[in-house]
Each structure stands twice: as C-alpha cells, then as structure tokens.
C-alpha cells in the first residue's frame, strides 16, 4: 500500500471511510505563508457531499483539523497535517458485501491484496470520501501556486452523452466556474446534463463523465524528460482519484486520427514572448512546460455503486449469488470530482515547482 | 532531468540520440536467471529502424553491449548496464534547428529547461532513438515475467481513421501478433493503415494512432492504492514514450458514456476462480488487479517530423521564421512503438510483482 | 523538509513540541494483524517523560489515539495514523529564545532553513517530543518483527566516563533490560551513570552517552549492496533521532586500530548452520547480513538544553548576547532515547524485511 | 540490490570487478557546465591502484569514457553516463572462493542474498574497485560545487595506533593535503602509518584507519529535518563505500563524554556573520547546516582480505575448511579511500543543494 506521491511537495493521505478519521499530510511546504482558512474551507465545500440533490444524501461537515505544520496561522516548515472526523458513519450498510463483493469496486481486489482484512465499511480506505483530505492537500497548495501566478481551473465536459463547451485550446485563459455548484461552461449543456443524472437516478443507475483542467501561468521549462515529465507526474497522482480510467493532455486522443500538419503547434511571438498558435500538445513537450497552459482531460467511469440487483459472487463459497447495494450513493460523482482534479493537479504541480 | 523510475526494479536510461551511446541500468533484477539473448534481438529488432519501407531509412544494428550484472549469461544480482552504441548519427543535418526550434518537438521546451545547453541533435536525450535502451529493458524483465506466467501484448489498434479489430474485453488470452512485421490482428485493416501512412508520407505528412496492450497471467491482489495502483504506475511510465498524449485502461474514455449497469463487470466463477464476466475495468479496481488481464490504450500524435515548411521562431531573435525539417523521419511511428509498450508495460509490471 | 521514510514500510511523522498534536503515518503495514494496545502503551511509558528522577518533570499521559488503519484493532492495509495531543504546553518559557538562538539546538539552523518562520516553541518539530511518535511507529512494527523472531534490544552502553557491560559481540543473544526503569546491563555502572547525571543537574549542565542496540533473529541475506544496505538504511534514520551525533556496526571506531586477522570474523558451522566466531561486522558485510545478530552503537551528544549561562546572538540585531534558558530539560536523556532507538531500528528492519 | 541514490542528483552505479566495465550514470546535473576533463582524472588517479607501493599491485588506466550527457564537453542536461573498462582482471585468482567465503567479505552474506549467483570474482559488485565511478561523479560534482564556493577536504585521521592531526573543529579552512600521495596533515605521522602499513604487509595483514572529511563554504540552512538532514544523507551514503564501519559528526562518539557546557557551541559575531566559536556540532543542529564546516569522520575496518591462512567453510557442504587468499591485496586501503569519501561527500552535498 503506498499513500503517498511526491518528490519535494510531499502528501500522505491515510483514513478508511468509517475510521476514526481520514486525513493528510504535507510535507515540504515552504514556511512563512499564512493560510486563507475561509478559502480552504469553501475549496473543500465544493467537493462536500449533500451539496445539491445531484449528490449522495450523506451530509458532513468536513471541517479539517490542522493539528501541526502553522504557528498562528502562518506555516512553519514542518510538516502540515489535517484531520477531518468521520461522524456519521452507518457501517451496517455493508454487512452484506463483507462476502459479496461490489461489482466494479475494490471490493474483490482489496480483499485479495490483503488476506481478507481489507475494511470494506464504505469503502474503506478506496472510498471517493478519501478525496476530502486530498482536496484539502490541493487548496493548500492552491494558495502557494496562487502566489506564482499558477491558476488551475475545471469543468464537467462531459456526462452521458451530453458535451459541454470545450476550452479553446488554443486560449490562455478559460472559463472559471468553480462558483457554480455544477461546474459547466454551458449551462444549457448543465441542464442536459443534470436531466441525464436525474434519469440514471431514478432508473436506480449511474452515469459517468468527464472533466477537463488547465493550468494556467505556469512557466515554460518545467518538469523533467522520460519519468518525471508533467504527463508522467500529473497521470500518476490523478489515477489515485476513485473511478478515474483515463487521461489525455492536449487534444490526446484525437491527435492519433489527426496528421502532423494538422496536429502540430506552429510557434509564433505574442507580446515578446514565443507561444504556440494552437495547443494540441497541452502546453507539454517531452514532459517539459512549453509556456502555454496545460490542458488534460481525465474519464470517469460511473459509480459503480448503483441500486440495481448485480451478478456477484460468496468469497467464502465460490458460488455466483445476486448482490443489492444498499446505503447512500451517488449517481454521479462528476461534479463533486471537479474539485478534486483541480486539488491533485494543484500539490503535482507545486511539487513540479518546487 | 529524471530517467529513472522504479521501486524494486529500478530503470535508470542515459543517451542522446548523437551521443557515443546510449543505454539503461536496470537494478534488482533476481539473481540466477539465464538470459536468452537471441530473444532480446529479435524483441529490439521489431522496434529497429529500417525494418519495412513504413519506417524511417536510418539503419542501425543497435546491438546492446551487456557490461555488467551478468555472469556466464546469468545475472548475478548486480545492476545490469547495457550499452548501445550510436553509429550512424549525421549532425549536421540538425544545425537549422538550434535556433528554429520543430513545432510539437521537445526543442524550444528543452531550451528553456536546460537554458539553451540541451542536445539538439536527432532530439538529443528526447529523441525517439531512446526507446531502444527502453526495449532492451523490456525485453529482459519480459523473461522473468515468462516464468511467471505472465505475458504482455499489443497491435496497433489505430492509424488515422482505420482501426483494427479491438481485443475482446471479457477475454482471457489475445492475439499474439508480435511476429509480424506491421502488427495488427486484421490483415485487412493493416492494410489501409499502411496505406493512410504511404499517403502521408507522400504528403510530406505524418500520422497518429493508438496502440493497445494486454497483460495477462497476472494474479488478482497486485498493486497498491491511491498513487502506487497498477493505473498509476503503467500510466506514469508509459508517459515516458515519445508522443504519446494519452491513455485509458479498459473501456476508458467510453465509459464516460455508460451507465453503471452497462459498465460494471459482474462477477463470475469459473473453474473454480472468480473471475469477471465483463472486464471494462482493464483488470483493475483500485489500482489493484482483480484476476483479469490488464488492458489499456495509448494515444500517440502524429510524429512532429514532417517535411512540410512550418511555422517557428528565432530563440535568438524572438522573431517568427520558416522551418524545413530535413534528415529522416518515419511518417508513422505506431508500428515501431508496438514492443515499445510492451517493454515498458514489462518492466513496470516486473517492479509491480516485485 | 522531509519526514517521511522508507521503501516498503513508510514512516511519515508530523507535529510539533506545542502544535495541536504530533503523530505518524505508517504505510504498507501487512493486513491481518491484531496490534496488542497494551504491549505499545508499555513501551511508549518506557520513553515518556516523567518516568523518573532522571528525567523532564513535564508529565504527558502520551496515549496515542489511531485513527486509522484498523478495523476492530485488526490492521486492515490502509495507513495506520496514530495521533498523540499535546497538552502540557508552556510556550511562554520559549518567548526569549525567538530572537536568541539557544547553542547546539536547531533554533539557528531553523530560523535560516525557513525564514524566520520556523516553530521554536519547545523545539518545534526538532523537539526530542517528535521521538513520541517514532516510539508508537517502533512499537507496531515490532509486533510485525516478533512474528518474524527477530528482536531488538538496546542499553545504555555509557554515560560520560562510565561505562555499562558491552554487549559480546560474539553472542547470538543479550540481555534484556528493558523492563528497567534505567536500562543498563550491569546495576552497578547504572548508579555510578545517574551519579553522574544528578552531578550534571546539580551543576546545571547535561552528559551524553551512548546506546547500544541489537538485533537478533534475523537471517542472513537481507538488505542490498551499496546505498539500500543494511548500514546505510539504519544510519540514514538514526540520525533522524536528535542528540544524535555517531554510528558504528560491530566493533566501528575500533576496528580502525585493528589489522585483519584480528577483526575478521572467521566462519565455522553451528548446529549446522553457517555463523562466524566473532561479530566485529556486526552482522553485516557488503551492507548485508551475514546471519549474526547486528549490532550497532549510537552516539548522544549531552542535552544542548543546559540551565548555565551561554553565549548567543541577536538574530535580528546580529550582535552577541547572553542567555539563560528556561523550562523543563533533561539532564540526560540517553535513558529515554533506548526505546526511541530500538523504535527506529524496528521500522528500519520491518522495511528491509518486507 | 538497490545501487541508486539521491534526490535531485542521482547516482547510479553499475559493474563487477571482472564484468566488462563499470560505471555510473549522473541523472539531474544542471546544463551549461563545461567539464574540465583533466580535474577529473587527476582526481581519479588519486584513487588508482599502483600508485605506491603502499597500494594493491594491480595496475589500470581507469580512463572514464563519458558516453553521454555532454555535446562538446558542455553538460546538457541529459544523464551522464560514464564507462570504466575492466581490463586486467585474472577471474581464476578466485576460483577457490566461489565455494569457501573470504572472512568478513560480503562473499557469505552475497551468497545467500543471491542463491548462489552472485558474482565473486574480485568481490563482484562489492569490490572496492567499484568505487572508481563513485570517485567520477564525485569528481564530476565538485565542479559544480566550486563554483558555489563549496569545498570538500579529507584526510587520513588515523592508521593503527597513529594519528595525524585533527583538523581544528573552530576553524572554517582546513589544510588541503590533496596533491600527497599519501593525504595526512603531518609528514611525522604519515611516515609512522607508512610503517605500520609495511608491517602488516610483511607480516601477510591489513590495517584499518579513519578518514576526517570537511565541507567548506556550505552556507546555514541547507538540508531538511529527520529523514533527510544532512547527517543521514552523509551517512547513508557514505557507507556504500566498502569496509566502512562508523561514522560521527563533529566531535561524535567523543560528545558522549563530555557536559553540555562543553560541547555546546557558543554562537558568535565574526565579520557581520552569525557563526559559533566551536563547531563540536560538525556545522549540523537539526539535520540543517548552521554556518559552519561539515566535519566528519568515516572508520575503515583493516582490508577483510589478508595473506593469512583463516577458518573458512564449505559453502557447499556446510564443514569448516581452511582458505588462504590469493590474488593482489592492498594492506592498507585508507589512503586511497580519501578520495572516495570526498567523492561521496561531493554528490551528496550537490544533491542537498539542489
């Protein structure tokens, strides 16, 4: 089990779903900066449950606990680390799965990878509450970024089959929407959207999405080739968030159908400065900032938890048997996720700056 | 700069495209393996220049030198240094681009990083010749994993707007189709992508594709969550190739698309083992296997390299300036990149069992 | 700043002397193992202040509160997070040493590394406090290490001129003292050291020591040449301990004055098994063990923290100044620091082993 | 087998007394340095073998061939490769080994940590020959360290029962005694060690020494607490360096003996500077560089291989058998060890400051 990524920037993340308490540390921060609070707190509002009738009915009040790392508010090098307290925790929900494992959830392969003792309550330790301490890691860092000029921003670009506005990659700055509860460009594409959720809802079933980032002011030069380039940095730490199967930088997979004239980024001078006229690399060339923003869209897969009946099987038995799921979820975990992409993104980034 | 990578097996790989060698340290391999080299050559030999008119004209043996780690064949624990020399550089053919730097290539990114002192030539360290100590790596870890039961696949799947035949995603065993010399399971469709290649190189163009893999033999249980998962190992590395943009495991990006009930795998028993009936996860829940093969897909961008004139800058001037890009250039690499993933899957699934 | 180690088993330690609390994160635990409370209360007394004469009158109940990692006291694989308050906190002895460096502490080295920012309230996160959690950290991994049947044990080995018995460095086995509330082999070196240490408090000034510690049952061949060795991994996180200023393996310093057919350890065959008559290696050649047990001492600078008047500076005037330092300190903490070291030597040796 | 290290810098090495070569890749030098190629083997040869009588018999160029990382002798970013071809190897020399270990080489302890595998010729991995590449990228970092100012002086503490002078711990220069053929301080010493090294050689032994090592013009502040100070990365790798045995910072073992108001280090103005009048802490409170030289000590045990008869085993048949060593042997293999500890001190220190 390994819980923790960094090479400067460095973040811990520990809890299961139904422990005591799930939490973060950070280790590496500079000193001397003093913490908006307020800030953190709406940051990780956005990702909180029960935010809106599009999220699961589990309502927490997330606060994080900074036990160590500030003195009077302000950081002091040492190392930051956050409690958030799970209260309201129903663990007889999942009686029934401690055998039969979710379809699709980690369920099976945890039970596997750890003899049986894996804690299945809520998830356990794979559970998307884990993103909490994650996004408070991410606007932490957010207020060091900000400082440089860093801006990370992210919307829903999919869900369904319903596409909002993509960013104009050839822009430098895009939309902000984060002060949206459902953070869309197009809110005509939102409505469709929030139509599609309601329908898998009420069909006792789940959508899945995608989300699109970008970074923006981030300087060129950053990052190294081969295995520590921005791709490889930003991919790693983004496959730890629950349900994500996928990830492109710049136009990613569609470049595969494109040619190169039609693909590449011709350079130009804007303002003294060389930029590129488009941006289909995503602001990365072997793994290295080229001065335009990095842009990358990551998959989500729909919560497997739904509340039709499922073909599962007995561990103990061996033998195939039907599993209903029980307990509160989401039909979509997209929106609330927006956050949390913005979050990773954040403290990967920082490490990259640091 | 960092190309090193790995846990347990520990890859670190050195080289520029025209320096005297090039080359990779591979560390922790088990002792007491005899090494089958006639397998290494004909594994770096699908990836060798000059194999079929679909490549680039540059021959080159490209025979590793083993300098250490091994005894009479067998290794010894020690790291294992293999060296491959660079022969048939010609430089000059590079000498436009120190100041103009190739639209999508690593050249400008690669300035500012290293202020101007990176290796330009035949991309320097960036350069796709880099793949061929990658190869190598692959190849030996391949053999560990042979006794373990594990085997790694792929074929293009993709080359402009023809696709190949898909690996069936609940199946257990894939197409092996590493013999031939254009990799593709549908003779037919290869046949159009060789097509689609000719008419872009006679457009002085280059196209893109996308390449997927399997693993399979590989027990359920392995990997970590969060940020050492399988997804956030392979993806990390895998970043580590060339051009590539993207990748997705299992159905991906589609899955975006389904509903819960569409994409989750029910589980099933059979023959005794619980196995999934679907693998839409690619094999992995959790950053864990689940007991599936593990299957993913990779974007790669039309190489960057193509003989139309394009638009750049002068570094030196900050002015925009035409660019031709001379010496030789494969308008398509996929098929060359195909043992590429392998190798690199290879490696970090042998660090993964580790 | 870095306070995270470790490969397989990972340590990440946070807090500060009067922070909300300080703690640890230990990741990669096995699954499956009920954790004895009262075994790590047991050993965590052993380093709490208060214990005795001899030591800080602060008085801390130290009960770590787990918050994670555990389902019914059962480790479940997530990180185990276990969380001590702090409670008896007086900031104001520290007000006069934020402008005026107390000597041989890291208030000076601090202020410089962060900018001013750093937490000098009792040491902040270089107090001899954050060895609280390194205990709790040693005290679980050693309940992983009993099932192994390796053992550690430490003593005072000395304190100022006295010495304690050494342990026979021939010897497969060795006492133990930690039941002691001052943990020397021979009772009779242990009242001449706290002898030495009430002069010391009586005198307002501290004494130094050294611990020597053991590690029994473990086999031959683990560790890895070069930097993972089993010398350059325990060294590396001994000197995490603070006060600490050596290390030696075997017979270390003295060797130097030895030739080779005096310090080499010959081999012969025990009950079947391949051992050496002597263990000046302290079971470790080439950085792995050799099936003897390691053997290492540990050198403790006396407590910086003396009542005697000493010479400072102003850091914001620059300009030299006296100072008296006030609080709670230890004469001696050499007796407190046996369980932090066997602590350490536990998680370093579960990590090599796992 | 982990024969990497290092953050920023990183350090692998790789190559067996009798394999084709050995090496090292430099991963993360910063671009733009022009090599002085002449330094480096003139550094290098200070490690050489046959330079005196004092030293083994075995003569080689040692001729580093840089295959990678430089375009006309400039650094570029890429990784620095560097071969040493292994030349005058006579493998038969340890035929008798292979099945009867040397006493306190990692013959033993190798055997079983590889199944038998390893490589014995000349001790493998483990030789002291391997300190050739180490001796290289120290070389190659102390140019880049100069030009911040930064020195790194060693020198033979003691031999036997003889010493040499101590460097003054309050002082900020050291002698540099780096042109000698044999580095110590004091010409009367070095003769006395020079005969107790022709004693032992006439008497078919070894001696062992200890090597006083100081970093100069590190300004306050560098390294990280706990894991990561500048005491544990010192130290983790300086005991990659064959038949290293101990290691203390500042005045180390000898601290343990004395009060607090002895070795505390009063603070002090010199030239508008904070420094301390004593440097007993060896420049280091924390983990963190405050100011002053980082002075440590290394031990040497007495070169394991002697011309004695020992008591040996049987690997085989697990009996006690009787082994004399044959091949070329140094007595002594302090001085040529100097060198080597600067080098290792050098890439440590370039790491910590990057």
Chains 1, 2, 3, 4 share one sequence.
Do not use: W
């Amino acid at each position: 089990m390994s819980s923790m990524t960094g090479n400067k920037i460095k973040i811990s993340v520990f809890g299961q779903s139904h422990s005591e308490a799930i939490g973060v540390v950070i280790d590496g921060l500079p000193a001397g900066k003093k913490l908006d609070m307020g800030k953190i707190s709406a940051f990780m509002e956005r990702r909180a449950p029960g935010r809106s009738i599009y999220s699961t009915a589990r309502k927490e009040p997330d606060a994080p606990e900074i036990v160590s790392g500030l003195v009077n508010g302000v950081t002091c090098g040492a190392p930051l680390c956050a409690l958030i307290r799970n209260r309201n925790t129903r663990s007889s929900d999942y009686d029934n799965i401690i055998d039969t494992p979710r379809p699709s959830h980690a369920d099976y392969s945890g039970f596997v990878r750890y003899g049986g003792f894996n804690d299945v309550a809520g998830g356990g330790h794979f559970s998307g509450r884990l993103t909490a301490p994650l996004c408070f890691a991410g606007a932490v860092c957010m207020q060091f970024l900000e400082d440089m000029g860093v801006k990370i921003t992210a919307h829903i670009l999919n869900i369904a089959s319903v596409y909002d506005e993509s960013y104009d990659l050839s822009a430098e700055e895009f939309p902000d929407v984060s002060a949206k509860a459902f953070p869309v460009i197009s809110e005509k594409a939102g409505e469709k959207m929030r139509t599609e959720i309601d329908r898998a809802r009420m069909d006792c079933d789940s959508v899945g999405g995608i989300i699109q980032c970008a970074v923006t002011g981030i300087k060129a030069g950053v990052g190294d080739p081969m295995f520590d380039g921005v791709e490889n940095l930003i991919a790693r730490n983004i496959f730890a968030v629950p349900a994500v199967k996928g990830i492109e930088f710049g136009n990613g997979f569609a470049a595969a159908q494109l040619r190169g004239s039609e693909n590449n980024d011709p350079f130009c001078v804007k303002n003294g400065e060389i930029k590129t006229v488009t941006n289909n690399s995503g602001g990365i060339n072997g793994g290295i900032t080229n001065g335009m923003p990095v842009v990358f869209s990551t998959a989500f897969k729909p919560t497997p938890s739904i509340y039709k009946e499922q073909s599962s099987v007995s561990l103990r038995e061996k033998t195939e048997k039907k599993l209903k799921i029980e307990g509160r979820h989401d039909p979509c975990i997209v929106a609330r996720a927006v956050p949390v992409i913005e979050a990773v993104t954040a403290f990967t980034v920082l490490d990259l700056l640091s």
